[in-house]
């Protein structure tokens, strides 16, 4: 079971420093300068939790009514239909980095919880961050950024090219291999989650993140 959502392009998602600020993250970045993705990977500890965790915020695209993330939508999930979360989701965060033609993979959390309603939790300094989706540290990877343009595994195609009939279209959520899904869709769909399970290098999750 697995989802890719796209958001903006940072090396760390430790928050926005001099050295490290969000491009192609849509016209909120754009205006802005902000974005609230930019905490994606930065662990936090919950209270009433012994762990530390990271939240996944990512924007939904159009719509009207409540927001909501359709989780029924994801591969293996169709039978959640009155649910408010999946579980043992794999959530791939892909962005498009300054100059690039192409997406690419930034990092994943494997085996998370994906909410059908957002989620929000308050920092000790004030702050709040609203999520859709969580999963333990140990789950969670943060690519190299050369690493990303380096292995062809993250390479993430897009629905709008001449070069692949399936991937991102104009939603900022790709359920891949859901119903309906090619038999392309699905290789490429099962490619990438052995990709992702089969990592064994550098986590950049606590790298020194340049000031």
């Not at 430790?14 to 849509?26: A, L, Q, S, W």
């Not at 939790?49 to 939904?60: D, R, V």
């Not at 033609?101 to 909410?115: I, L, P, T």
Request: glycine fraction near 10%; charged fraction near 25%.
């Amino acid at each position: 079971m697995i989802i890719f959502v796209r958001i903006a392009d940072m090396k760390y998602y430790r928050g926005i420093t001099e050295k490290d600020v969000p491009h192609n993250g849509g016209s909120f970045v754009s205006d802005t300068g902000e974005a609230h993705e930019c905490f994606n990977f930065d662990p936090v500890i919950a209270d009433g939790e012994n762990y530390e965790k990271c939240i996944g915020y990512f924007q939904l695209s159009g719509g009207t009514g409540v927001e909501q993330l359709h989780i029924e939508k994801i591969r293996g999930c169709e039978l959640l239909k009155n649910s408010d979360a999946a579980e043992g989701i794999d959530v791939v965060f892909v962005s498009k980095a300054l100059g690039s033609q192409n997406m690419r993979v930034v990092g994943f959390y494997k085996n998370a919880v994906v909410y059908r309603f957002p989620h929000c939790m308050t920092f000790d300094s004030g702050y709040e961050q609203t999520y859709w989706c969580e999963a333990k540290k140990e789950d969670c990877v943060l690519l190299p950024y050369s690493t990303r343009f380096s292995d062809k595994n993250w390479y993430v195609p897009s629905s709008t090219s001449k070069y692949a009939d399936y991937g991102f279209g104009r939603s900022n959520i790709w359920y891949a291999g859901a119903k309906g899904a090619s038999d392309e869709e699905i290789a490429y769909t099962d490619r990438m989650k052995a990709a992702i399970h089969a990592y064994s290098g550098e986590n950049r999750l606590d790298a020194e993140v340049e000031a």
